[in-house]
């Protein structure tokens, strides 16, 4: 019988590039699209579509401009200048395992140049070896919202085939410099957002194209990165016989918000359209709903001979997913109260509660989410993204008391373990979001915090950027040295 969680079980916490490392104009990095977002004070954190609007001119004014104030992932966390730090403080937490990204345009600092850059493959050989130090092992995403700007700008991002060459050329450097140093891969971040948010996914800026035109490139881009994808495991694999190669989900939850068959089909409907995605990776071929789609809407993906052939020789060996919240879905919404999310809306669900940012917090959501993606696929998961964004204080005698924090993340632990050890599900690790305090994806904010690791900055950079351990810190290590049996 099954009593908890694997021996084995990876738990950690993750970041990504862009949003913690700071340093964007050091050590040869070229700019990436994540540095050319603006923290935007005077729009409302919940409304996604300004936040994220970004024209061509406002690319150029922000490739002209050296600010850190309101291009806040320039800064980051500073993460660049203290990783010894930080992976010290990772290490007393007793993490097993720590989720990071290569920045893209650290390696090739214009995404397209014949050589790579040894000052950053030099960077991330002595992260890796920090990592070891400690007995971390590193899970490295290979895209997560880091295309270089260059790309963008000369070649419309994704949306062109060349770009699948360049990001070959990219992992083919990576999997061989640290071939002795990491083991477990995903390819791109959250690969169904590039329908959410094109720009900081494919490098493609929406107001270059009309809108019909725009849903075709938005698709066509995406099959750009399924074979992207496919390669970067099968370069993986090749370079790093023992590796192990995962997509990377964001797994929407959406219950029906009656029991009207209408909304039960609604609620069907959205969930088919997030796991389209991972379908797709995990069986190496379009699922025929996807294709359905594509027909209706009249978009035809232009492929090449043998894309089909890559895509289904190269499937992912491990399904992983963020897991944030849920909502509602019904036939007819218009009268009903909405939810917030960093990318995602939907019905508001009346018998859960909501953070600061709109988001419903639903534990036994990841439990049904994890029942489903096994039950699907049968291939192991890994939860590589969970946790809540809160605006912490510090305290003046430097403590941080994030209850809230340890309550959420207590839950949807509990919730995982259920599913490991009630519903025979297969999971790898735990790796909840944003372990040091960064930057947000989606507002650019350093005040929404998700860490154990409170860094001291505020949404304009101001402070000391010193690490403070929260309250979380200490409960998270106990999780940890029980394996998760004590929570
Ligand atoms: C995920 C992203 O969607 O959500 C992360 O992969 C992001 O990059 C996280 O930071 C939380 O979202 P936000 O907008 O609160 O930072």
């Not at 991330?124 to 997560?144: N, Q, R, W």
Request: charged share 25%; net charge negative.
């Amino acid at each position: 019988m099954i009593k908890g969680f694997r021996d084995d079980f990876l738990w950690g916490g993750a970041t990504a590039a862009n949003q913690i490392e700071g340093a964007w104009n050091v050590g040869g990095k070229g700019l990436s699209v994540s540095d050319v977002l603006t923290y935007k004070p005077d729009v409302s954190v919940m409304d996604y579509k300004k936040n994220n609007s970004y024209t061509m001119e406002d690319i150029k004014i922000a490739m002209e401009s050296d600010d850190t104030r309101y291009y806040a992932k320039r800064r980051g966390s500073d993460h660049y200048n203290r990783y010894k730090e930080d992976i010290a403080l990772l290490g007393e937490m007793g993490f097993k395992v720590y989720r990071l990204s290569i920045a893209w345009s650290r390696i090739y600092p214009n995404g397209d140049d014949l050589e790579p850059n040894e000052e950053g493959l030099q960077f991330y050989d002595d992260l890796f070896d920090e990592c070891a130090k400690y007995g971390i092992e590193p899970l490295v995403t290979m895209s997560h919202y880091e295309p270089p700007i260059n790309l963008t700008v000369k070649y419309g991002g994704w949306s062109d085939r060349r770009v699948i060459g360049f990001f070959s050329t990219f992992v083919d450097t990576i999997t061989k410099r640290y071939k002795n140093k990491v083991k477990y891969w995903l390819t791109f971040n959250e690969v169904d957002s590039m329908i959410r948010h094109p720009f900081t996914t494919g490098g493609l800026v929406e107001s270059e194209y009309d809108e019909k035109e725009f849903e075709q490139v938005v698709y066509q881009s995406m099959h750009h990165q399924f074979v992207a994808s496919a390669l970067a495991t099968k370069i993986t694999h090749e370079n790093i016989p023992e590796s192990q190669v995962g997509c990377m989900l964001t797994k929407l939850m959406f219950y029906p918000f009656t029991s009207k068959p209408e909304d039960v089909l609604a609620a069907q409907q959205d969930q088919r359209n997030t796991l389209a995605y991972s379908d797709t990776q995990v069986r190496g071929e379009y699922p025929p709903y996807l294709l359905a789609l594509f027909e209706r809407k009249g978009i035809e993906i232009k492929k090449e001979v043998g894309d089909d052939e890559i895509m289904k020789a190269y499937p992912v060996d491990f399904v992983s997913f963020s897991y944030y919240s849920s909502s509602c879905s019904a036939k007819n919404s218009e009268e009903l109260a909405k939810t917030a999310g960093n990318t995602s809306f939907g019905i508001k669900n009346p018998h859960l509660e909501s953070n600061a940012w709109g988001w419903q917090t639903d534990p036994i959501g990841l439990r049904i989410s994890l029942v489903d993606l096994y039950d699907r696929y049968q291939k192991p998961l890994f939860i590589v993204e969970n946790g809540l964004g809160y605006e912490d204080v510090l305290e003046e005698d430097g403590t941080v008391n994030d209850d809230y924090r340890i309550d959420y993340l207590r839950e949807h632990i509990q919730a995982m373990k259920d599913a490991v050890v009630e519903d025979g599900v297969d999971l790898m690790g735990y790796t909840s979001w944003g372990c040091i305090d960064l930057i947000s994806a989606s507002t650019n904010q350093m005040s929404k915090r998700y860490g154990f690791i409170y860094v001291d900055s505020d949404d304009f950079g101001e402070g000391t950027f010193d690490r403070y351990r929260k309250k979380s810190f200490y409960w998270y290590k106990d999780v940890i040295a029980s394996n998760g049996e004590k929570l």
